[in-house]
């Protein structure tokens, strides 16, 4: 049944991770995510409805535009399939629910951001901002409880002080994104924070060995670590916790 659910989800998931992909391009230049129509980037003709398919147009196109044939960045259907996928996920793991709703927000947050951040290094407040006070909000209503906002509090102050330490590696951005993520995961925010940075070593590790010490100054964004962390402390937080826990007793 779940399964039937989170295939009828993945379909609106692909078509909101096409907006996602607007956001992502048009928000940090200021501009409309409403007005003109999507367009080519290189040769400005707008894109016709049936080219403008979800993850289906940019196969068929194989990856180019109709009229110039300049390469369409495959981001664009990598975003689109990443939130269809995260849809479902949230359907597959808590049903038809207030909390299933609040965590597909939540992910379509984290996407958005991770490709502004990908692409221009910055975490624009105009979407974490008001995404904290919705899902504070929404978590608050569903559980009452000082949870959301106490988790907040910690995982943005943990990063400020890591940023104050390591002002290269982390900015207030990053800061900012981190009381987001506690609002919304609540205790499993620990979890987001741990798997983010181990992830984050990953590139950081690769970068040292090619380039040894110079590496310390190519930055990388660490937003799209702290959003891969949180997906994982969302659908695996709790067993982790768990499971971690017991190991200290
Ligand atoms: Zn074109």
Known sequence: ???????????????????????????????????????CMSCGQEIRWYDNIPLLSYVL????????????????????????????GCV?????????????????ALVAVSAIDFEHRIIPNRIVLPATVLVLLANTARDLSPEWI??????????????????????????KLALLMGVALGKTVSVALMAGMLAAMIPGIFLFARHGKKARKIGIPFGPFLALGSVVALFWGHGILDAYLSTLH
């Open 1 to 39: 049944m779940d399964l039937a659910l989170a295939a009828v989800v993945f379909a609106p998931g692909l078509a909101l991770g096409s907006f996602l992909n607007v956001v992502a391009a048009r928000l940090p230049l200021r501009r409309s995510i409403v007005r003109p129509p999507s367009a």
């Open 150 to 175: 106490v988790a907040g509090l910690a995982a943005s102050g943990f990063l400020f002080a890591a940023a104050l330490a390591y002002p290269a590696g982390m900015g207030m951005g990053d800061v």
């Open 92 to 108: 597959l793991a808590f049903g038809l629910s207030a909390e299933a709703a609040v965590a597909a927000f939540f992910c379509a």
């Open 61 to 88: 196109l194989r990856g180019r535009c109709r009229d110039c044939e300049a390469r369409i960045p495959p981001v664009y259907p990598a975003v689109e399939l990443l939130t269809g996928v995260l849809l479902a």
